[in-house]
């Protein structure tokens, strides 16, 4: 497949995967989730955590459809605002309220037959809603202004990720990572729980107070080193709660992949999209831009054939998930150029003929996201395997541009110096030779991934998920405990009008 050929089968492919994406959009508008209704109480104003540890949205969500999971369907939304109109409360109190069972919104919930309950609540939720937005909107603004004032650094950003963490142990990760030249802190993966007889607070996506801390520390090292430090966060698949946090604590890049979570059969493919989409129209508004990851593993097929497929369509596979995950965050209107995707899966390092494979991984992805970012990103694994990827790493660099590098906080080795190293010899490199095509055994392997990648694009329109994880998904998306249902008296906070 020579060069004319691989841009007509990424415009292709591209093309596919937003149909699919757009299919999947106009479903998912009809359904809600646990997510977004816990999105719904973030920004009807509900924050801070409850006695036990937990964010207080959870705790209120889990309450109220524990107790009855037909009311997923009807959502949390307007039986909580219209206890607010009735008593002219303050919606942490409710929360708080709610979550130690001293109020029932069931009965609230009753008299939203009442057309003069209803329009109250309706009013409530607009009121408040207009208020989280606007507080939104003052991020973006001040985010502006102070990458103007503090001058942003050159390309590509070097940073480095950290796991959910105490205040304390977060800061000390922050100063290590700052000192060492950060231009970008990612916080990993979120835990739920905090000590609360200890006064701790947890750093993660859901934890607001956390996140405060964190943007806190992260501006004080930018003012110190004259240059702007990013804050990203990593969002869980199905916490569409998670991006109004970071929209409201100015958070500047998220990582999210809901197609993980289906391969992993963690969620059904509707509730994924639908809490993807809804966290997505969140950080269009806030304009947090978007890292997607380079696609999971998807084995299903080959458990069902009981025969190992080759690296390359293992590979597409990938791909095409990494397409439809762009497609419903462009759906959902996010810009292509907030868009940044990962260049390599996290595995490839671990296969023979990972060099030769990542060069054609690499090529395949600049045709097929052609105005998109691209970002380097150090998977976990032994020391064997980092330096392995950061040799790989080397070599990528040299032969094209990145936007994002990312690895991995190690306060016994200086990561971030080794990658900026690696950078510069990269771009002196640069100017010695042309880049080229592919040629033999790579141009081999691109031409098959993008094969696979049409195949599982095929299977998904012609056969759907099944097809994908190895069962079907509908019964489990019907079941009213998935965390996914049809909405029969639900609205939308953020509106038609949020899709740009």
């Known amino acids: 497949m020579d060069q004319g050929r691989s841009a007509g089968a990424a415009t292709a492919l591209r093309a596919r995967a937003a149909a699919l994406a757009l299919a999947w959009s106009d479903a998912a508008a009809a359904t809600t989730t646990l997510g977004r209704e816990r999105a719904i109480l973030r920004l ?6 409850a006695p036990s540890g937990r964010p207080l949205v959870l705790e209120v969500a889990d309450r109220y459809f524990n107790a009855d999971p037909d009311r997923l369907a009807r959502g949390i939304g307007l039986p909580f605002a219209a206890r607010l109109a009735a008593d002219g409360g303050d919606p942490i109190a409710l929360a708080r309220a709610v979550a130690d069972g001293s109020v029932d919104l069931a009965s609230v919930a009753a008299s939203l037959d009442d057309p003069a309950v209803r329009d109250a609540a309706l009013r409530t939720v607009a009121e408040r809603t207009a208020a989280t937005l606007e507080r939104v909107d003052a991020n973006r603004t001040a985010r502006s202004e102070l990458r103007r004032l503090l001058g942003e650094p ?8 950290i796991a959910s963490a105490t205040l304390p142990e977060a800061a000390i990760a922050a100063r290590s990572a700052t000192d060492g030249s950060a231009d970008l802190l990612v916080l990993g993966g979120a835990a739920d729980v905090a000590d609360p007889e200890a006064g701790t607070t947890v750093v993660a996506a ?9 943007r806190t520390q992260l501006d004080e090292a930018g003012a110190m080193r004259g240059r702007y430090v990013r804050l990203g966060v990593a969002i869980d698949a199905l916490a569409a709660d998670q991006a109004v946090a970071a929209g409201l604590e100015r958070a500047d890049l998220a ?3 809901p197609m993980a979570a289906i391969a992993a059969g963690v969620a059904s493919p509707g509730h994924a999209i639908a809490d993807h989409l809804f966290a997505c129209r969140m950080l269009a508004r806030a304009g947090v831009e978007m890292l997607v990851p380079a696609g999971p593993l998807v084995v299903a097929p080959d458990l069902q054939s009981g025969v190992a497929s080759s690296p390359a369509t293992r590979s597409g596979r990938a791909l095409a998930m990494q397409l439809l995950a762009v497609a419903l965050a462009e759906v959902a209107g996010i810009e292509r150029r907030h868009i940044a995707v990962v260049g390599l899966p996290a595995w490839l390092a671990e296969e023979a003929g990972g060099i030769g494979h990542a060069v054609a991984e690499l090529a395949a992805r600049r045709v097929l996201f052609a105005g998109h970012g691209f970002a380097l990103v150090e ?3 032994t020391p064997e395997q980092a330096a392995v990827w950061r040799g790989l790493a080397t070599l990528l660099l040299a032969d094209g541009d990145f936007d994002v590098v990312l690895v991995r906080q190690d306060r016994r080795s200086d990561r971030l110096g080794t990658i900026r190293g690696a950078i510069a010899v990269a771009a002196e490199a640069r100017q010695s030779w042309e880049p080229g095509g592919l040629a033999g055994a790579t141009a081999s392997y691109r031409d098959a991934m993008l094969d696979a990648a049409a195949r599982e694009l095929d299977a998904l329109e012609a056969g759907g998920w099944a097809t994908i994880i190895g069962y079907s998904p509908e019964a489990a998306a019907d ?10 008296d639900g609205f939308d906070p953020l509106g038609e009008g949020s899709r740009r």
């Open 379 to 381: 998977p976990d694994g």
């Open 154 to 161: 050159p390309r590509p950003l070097v940073g480095a990720t």
């Open 479 to 488: 079941e009213p405990r998935s965390g996914v249902a049809t909405r029969t």
């Open 255 to 257: 990582l999210a992949d």
């Open 44 to 49: 009807l104003g509900v924050r801070g955590q």
């Open 206 to 214: 859901r934890s607001v107070p956390g996140l405060v801390g964190l």
